[in-house]
């Protein structure tokens, strides 16, 4: 009996995971890691939400199995979210679906529009499951940056023109994870436009589409004319409201994708919990307060970040949008590569961050750092890293970081 399984072999040893279980085994030791590797929000959602989970939580009638796509109260949340925040118009019942989480959206999209051997485009670096819900269902994926310039539409340009057979989908994400890069409303016309003329399907993560900085709101895709011919968008609960471990997620867009993914989870899954879905539209449709004061937190976050790292001796990027910075290894450790300077940052500087070949090859030389730690943690961070800097005989400023 052979344990060569077929989807297995189609998965490469998740790197990142190496590092996750240094960290779990350092602070099962009792050491102090501040872990700027998952991107887990550190603060709770609004208190209604959490009243609204127990109150329908003590229901006698809630807890049997809920909806698939999702109840139609939270349904119409979305479609309303969408009309409030990009001025887009959906139908509930045709163009939404709820999901459990972006993950499992992009997954089950991929289930019910992938055949073995289509060619999907995917950026590189990218969050794994915009390439891996592909593979696993039997995909092979041909690579493209993630810089959306000139150059992003030239590779689009020579994947269309070489590649056999002729991709059939393009994942874009923007606010990227992991490069926390953004893009215009210029840039999704331009997308829909070849999207029409190639023939292809887009699937845009818009997970971050609130946490945005310097005054630059996030568009959507669906906000071009046409856009819901070609496009579906997911989006999550988790980062704007902090919600992240109850898995809501939502798929909007075009209504022949929309149903297959539909068709594809009614054999899958009963939908989430009916208490969560119930709470998640009580986030959607009440005080939006947390929406304004998350953004202004990881704007905070981000400035104090890229400040005392700087003042430590290592220069990041300073990220427009996303809870994210992606940040260059230092020149003098370049050599080391993103796993193993990821490992020697856990070791010796007890800051934990995800090495950016986990997100791809072309995210070597790259580390992801979540600002999910407080500011008075993040300059202890600074000040761990410069010692650590110091030890490896980079040169930092005399100035005491943090």
């Known amino acids: 009996m052979s344990d060569e399984f077929y989807r297995m072999k189609r998965l490469p040893p998740y790197v990142i995971a190496e590092v996750n279980a240094m960290r779990a085994a350092a602070r099962a030791g009792g050491e102090d890691i501040i872990d700027l590797g998952m991107g887990n929000p550190d603060l709770p959602p609004p208190a209604h939400v959490i009243d609204k989970l127990i109150e329908v939580a003590q229901k006698p009638d809630a807890h049997g199995y809920s909806q698939s796509k999702g109840i139609p109260g939270l349904r119409r949340a979305q479609a309303n979210y969408y009309g409030r925040r990009f001025g887009v118009e959906l139908d509930p019942e045709r163009e939404v679906v709820v999901t459990m989480g972006s993950k499992e959206g992009l997954a089950s999209l991929a289930t019910a529009i992938t055949a073995p051997g289509d060619v999907v485009l995917a950026p590189n670096p990218s969050y794994p499951i915009h390439t891996f819900g592909f593979i696993l269902a039997g995909a092979t994926i041909r690579a493209v940056p993630t810089t959306p310039d000139e150059r992003y539409f030239e590779s689009l340009e020579r994947a269309m023109a070489f590649t056999v ?238």
């Open 165 to 402: 057979p002729r991709p059939s989908v393009l994942v874009v994400n923007y606010p990227s994870n992991p490069t926390a890069e953004t893009v215009d409303l210029a840039f999704y016309e331009r997308l829909v436009a070849f999207a029409k003329d190639q023939g292809l399907w887009i699937l845009s993560d818009l997970a971050y589409s609130e946490l945005y900085y310097d005054g630059h709101p996030t568009p959507s895709i669906l906000q071009v004319k046409g856009g819901k011919d070609v496009a579906v968008e997911f989006t999550s609960l988790s980062k704007t409201y902090s919600m992240a471990g109850w898995r809501i997620g939502f798929a909007v867009g075009n209504a022949r994708l929309i149903a297959a993914m539909t068709r594809v989870k009614s054999y899958l899954d009963y939908g989430a919990f009916t208490p969560i879905q119930a709470a998640a539209c009580a986030a959607l449709n009440g005080p939006q307060d947390i929406v304004e004061a998350n953004r202004l937190l990881y704007h905070k976050r981000r400035d104090v970040l890229v400040e005392c790292f700087a003042r430590a001796g290592w220069d990041i990027p300073q990220p427009r949008a996303s809870m994210f910075a992606w940040a260059p290894l230092p020149p003098a450790l370049a050599h080391l590569g993103s796993l193993e300077f990821s490992k020697q940052l856990l070791t010796h500087a007890k800051v934990a961050v995800a090495p950016g070949v986990g997100y791809g090859e072309n995210g070597e030389g790259h580390v992801r750092i979540a600002m999910v730690e407080n500011e008075q943690r993040l300059r202890q961070a600074a000040r761990n890293v410069r010692k650590y800097l110091q030890s490896m005989g980079v040169n930092t400023p005399a100035a005491n970081a943090g």
